[in-house]
């Protein structure tokens, strides 16, 4: 990755890092299989580039050229599942975010924990599924079938594999995880033509931008960076 993106990406890689967490969570279960095994005798089982460069805000900021964007976006952001680094893993984790232009120059981004809540409980819901296939591929290694594998859960954990993983996960993935772990960003902006500066303390952002009715399209000026974009928002009417 190139640089940061200002408007969405730090959020993003915040949660990204703290689903990850969850994430090896998760894999910690597979320790747990292993563990139980053990018990029954069956086996041993042994981006950030920082910008100098700043908006210059004394004098740039035309509340006539930016009157078209100010108010609130929505839109959705999918972290990839490769982010998570789970070998199989194909679930990505569609986040909701609202941005804000304001009339005093000033850019705010938030991730919406509400709107998330949904999106959230089916990535979690994948995270189960993917960890507990795994743990009994891990039992099937040790010549143990689906049931023996639970007698084993159950004699070392008192839970079947199911109740450990649903247990260990939701406890690690959490809608108040989304407001701990993605706290509101904010910075500084202005429009010049098609294009909007947007600054947070040293990080720059320049992106192109066309307003098409209440859809907003941002688009990097850097035909190198599109980590993220084109990102297509809609006007909060609210």
Known sequence: MKKLTLIALSLVLVLAMTACGSSNDAAETTTAATTAATETEAANIDETESLSSSVESDGSFDAAQAAPLIGSWDFTYEIPAETFGLEGFDSPLAVQMTYTLSEDATWTMALDAEKTQAELAEFTEAICSYTIDLMYKQFAEQNMDKEQANEAMQKQYGMTIE???????????????????????????????????MQNGLYVENVTFSLDGDTLTLQSSDSSDQTMYPLVMTRNAQ
């Open 163 to 197: 109740e450990y993983v649903n247990d260990s996960v939701s406890k690690s993935i959490t809608p108040e995880m989304l407001s701990v772990n993605a706290p509101e960003q904010s910075g500084s902006y202005y429009v010049d033509g098609t294009t909007l500066h």
